[in-house]
């Protein structure tokens, strides 16, 4: 029997991204194995924290699934995106998996990585026929690296920064360095002026302000103001931009709803009625009926976050 898109356990979406447009994820290791549990994480606490690389997902699986899902999209998403629910870049299989998706397709692949193993030197090899890396790096001081990552005990901030230098040395491609603030947290003056001073060592393509616009693993983790942002951008100078949302164009013939689609966006992350119709391009009149009958059912459930209600499974994967 073939395989349906509602069985693909790894390839997902397309979904919205603010950073790369309509982005065909792939997940690389298991739900929340990661090197970091960070606060304003929007899938949760980390439940396997660990440096351990494996193949935790092979190259052969991931082939099958994205196979699949490219042969049936009716439009090719703008990027094929390696990140997903945990640190993509403690699947050791990396190289080879971004060999096969290039095989596959032309579409440039991103990764998105916490740049916790950049130190290492296979990590950064492996990640060297990617079009975009997209790194993130939270906090200078090391407490307020501690206080934010709540990192695996052996990694250090410094070494985190190294390793961004070093892969800024030998990678060719693009890199979009991400800082994610939390309000009373890494926003101060001083740390502003040490994320200047190092964004000069590392170079970046681009600098891209971030913060939590979904509901965070802890409830403390609180966003700044779009006002806010944009005074960091200017204290920071060139290169920076603040991460716009993603507006995708809703054709007029719509298709029709379906409940496994819209499942498969919210077992990712936490998602608005927005982000689905924008997703799906879907009219949001039908997202919110469909999500009412969900939740009715009591597989999904709603909360509050900055005035906005986000949708997640009810119950804990």
Not at 200 to 208: A, F, L
Not at 212 to 223: D, G, K, L, S, T
Request: hydrophobic share 35%.
């Amino acid at each position: 029997m073939s395989r349906e898109l509602s069985d693909l356990k790894y390839v997902f979406g397309p979904v919205p991204s603010r950073r790369l447009g309509r982005s065909l994820g792939i997940d690389l290791v298991p739900y929340k194995t990661c090197t970091f549990d960070c606060i304003y994480c929007d899938l949760g606490r980390t439940t396997r924290k660990t440096l351990s690389r494996q193949s935790y997902i092979s190259p052969e699986e991931i082939q099958e699934e994205l196979d699949l899902c490219l042969s049936v999209l009716e439009r090719k998403p703008d990027y094929i995106t390696l990140s997903g629910s945990g640190e993509p870049t403690l699947n050791s299989s990396m190289r080879e998996i971004i060999q096969r998706i290039k095989e596959a397709t032309s579409t440039p692949v991103a990764v998105f990585t916490n740049s916790s193993l950049l130190s290492l030197d296979e990590v950064r090899r492996n990640l060297s026929e990617a079009d975009v890396v997209l790194p993130s790096l939270d906090a200078i001081t090391p407490a307020l690296f501690e206080y934010m990552n709540r990192p695996y005990a052996s990694l250090s901030i410094g070494g985190i920064i190294s390793g961004l230098i070093q892969f800024r040395k030998q990678y060719r491609g693009q890199i979009w360095l991400e800082i994610l603030f939390c309000r009373g947290v890494n926003d101060g003056k001083e740390e502003i002026e040490k994320f200047k001073g190092v964004m000069k060592r590392i170079q970046p393509d681009r600098v891209q302000l971030n913060t939590p616009v979904r509901p965070p693993a802890e409830e403390f983790a609180f966003p700044l103001t779009l006002v806010q942002l944009e005074e960091i951008k200017e204290r920071l100078g060139e290169k920076v931009e603040i991460i716009s949302e993603f507006a995708a164009p809703l054709g007029e013939e719509l298709n029709s709803v379906k409940d496994t689609e819209i499942l498969n966006l919210i077992k990712r992350r936490p998602c608005t009625a927005e982000d689905i119709s924008k997703a799906l391009g879907l009219r949001i009149d039908q997202v919110v009926k469909r999500l009412d009958d969900l939740t009715k059912t009591g597989i999904i459930r709603y909360r509050m976050y900055e005035h906005s209600f986000y949708f997640e499974f009810a119950t804990t994967r």
